[in-house]
């Protein structure tokens, strides 16, 4: 199906970043600087006044009888569509939109909607960071796929939080009109084409200590580790300042954080590495602060955690 007749649906409390971006990439016509245009229609979903952040309100004369027509229905985020199931007329007029052979492409928790008209079952697909759980959780026949920026299955797009929904609609320009004009809309926008990495490099927090009763006997050895990081960090090293055996500190260290500590020292090292390289600091200093020993090693590792470079996430969020 040729791309030229584009809808975003929309009700309730608006997200008015998701919706402007897909606003910008299908609703302004750019065909006098030889860019594809669109006939583009912003859909309400219910009869329910459009709101947004600060008070404002939002109007459309286009009802979900415009879906009947659209080649590509894209679902930006909305106030409520993590926690309030989407209005039944609308998750029908996805499900024919499909049927018809239509796509789909979800804006951050948008992705929430499609899982809810049951057009992710047995898909992967992409949401937030902070809402991947909860998603997973709510809908086990969805594969996600938390570390990505955007995914496409058949006709279904999905992308990250916020700002993600770009890359996940100049994916789709690439591959409906090549990479030239991709590339050119890019530049318009002044935003980067293709973004390295993924979503994981965003997350503030890989690492969260999940502490629980009777876990007060590992916090101190947890916290003495962080400020270690330097230094070479075996298991035995780690249960003697326990008064543990390695077997029995293993096993605890499981119980209370939810992972193995080889495991929860990596992910803290690369948490230590990424507030380095946002200070500043060189590759091989960062690696040696942060007890990867080598750069090559903080490399290997950084970009199996963040999805990216050490150079690359530095350039990207280095204070200044």
Do not use: K
Request: hydrophobic share 40%; proline share 5%; with cysteine.
């Amino acid at each position: 199906m040729v791309l030229r007749d584009v809808c975003a649906v929309v009700w309730g409390r608006v997200e008015a970043f998701e919706l402007g971006v897909v606003c910008e990439v299908f609703g302004v016509d750019r065909r006098e600087q030889g860019l594809p245009g669109y006939d583009f229609a912003v859909v309400r979903g219910d009869d329910r006044p459009l709101t947004s952040h600060g008070g404002l309100g939002l109007s459309t004369p286009h009802g979900l009888d415009r879906l009947r027509t659209a080649d590509l229905v894209c679902v930006p985020a909305t106030g409520d569509a993590v926690d309030v199931r989407p209005p039944e007329p609308v998750l029908q007029a996805l499900r024919e939109a499909v049927d018809r052979g239509a796509r789909v492409l979800a804006v951050c928790s948008g992705a929430f909607v499609l899982a809810a008209a049951g057009l992710l079952d047995g898909r992967r697909a992409a949401t937030h960071w902070r809402y991947a759980d909860l998603l997973a959780d709510r809908y086990p026949r969805v594969t996600v796929d938390a570390d990505v920026l955007y995914v496409e299955d058949g006709p279904v797009i999905t992308s990250a939080g916020t700002a993600a929904g770009i890359d996940a609609c100049l994916h789709l320009v690439r591959v409906e009109h090549g990479s030239e004009v991709a590339n050119a809309l890019a530049r318009r926008m002044v935003v980067p084409p293709h973004r390295d990495g993924g979503q994981a490099q965003y997350v503030e927090s890989p690492v969260p200590l999940q502490r629980h009763a009777g876990s007060d006997a590992l916090a101190g050895v947890l916290d003495w580790a962080v400020e270690h990081l330097d230094r070479d960090l075996p298991v035995e090293v780690l249960a003697a300042q326990a008064h543990m055996s390695p077997r029995t500190f293993a096993r605890r260290f499981r119980e209370v954080t939810g992972t193995t500590p080889h495991r929860w020292l990596l992910l803290q090292r690369v948490g230590h590495a990424s507030l380095l390289l946002e200070r500043g600091l060189a590759v091989e200093e960062v690696a040696r602060r942060a007890g990867f020993g080598s750069a090559a090693t903080l490399r290997t590792q950084f970009a199996r955690e963040r999805g990216t470079s050490p150079s690359s996430y530095a350039r990207t969020f280095r204070h200044g």
